[in-house]
């Protein structure tokens, strides 16, 4: 956090001078002119520009005004490597693709024991319902042979 005129008011541990404007000057190429212009707008309004660290770095400076004080800044800052990560973790993408492909596999081998199962089912049903029919053809059919037998004999 700076005051208007660039003394730290709180310093962290990366701003190395006395003055963030020294600071800048120190490790930055700017005209005068163009760093007063820079200054003002860093006490006066929120952005953010890229800048050069004590250690060549080049880096990512954020400011605002802090609303409950008069010509205070919160600052901060971070190095550009900072910011360029690696996203893909090829490692995990592997564990969750051999995790979904053995799920995978699992679920098929479930899924056909379950079809098998379910076609024999099918077939004892079929098996059944033949049984039954023919029980009753049969039933049906004796039926009437002992009625056409009984009514001769009478």
Known sequence: MIDANGDYIIKGHSFKNSSFFEFYRSYNRIEPAAAQELFGRITSSTGS???F??????CILAY???A?????SLL???PMKDLRVNTENWLLIGFVSAGLLIL?????AVMLN???????AAREAASANRAKTDFLSTMSH???SGNACGRSVL
């Open 49 to 51: 520009f890229s800048m």
């Open 76 to 78: 901060s800052f971070m």
């Open 142 to 144: 004796d039926k009437a």
């Open 104 to 108: 995978f596999v699992f679920d098929m």
């Open 53 to 58: 660290n004590s250690r060549g770095e080049e």
């Open 64 to 66: 605002t005004p802090v």
């Open 68 to 72: 409950a004080t008069e010509g205070w």
């Open 114 to 120: 379950i079809n098998k199962k379910l076609q024999t």
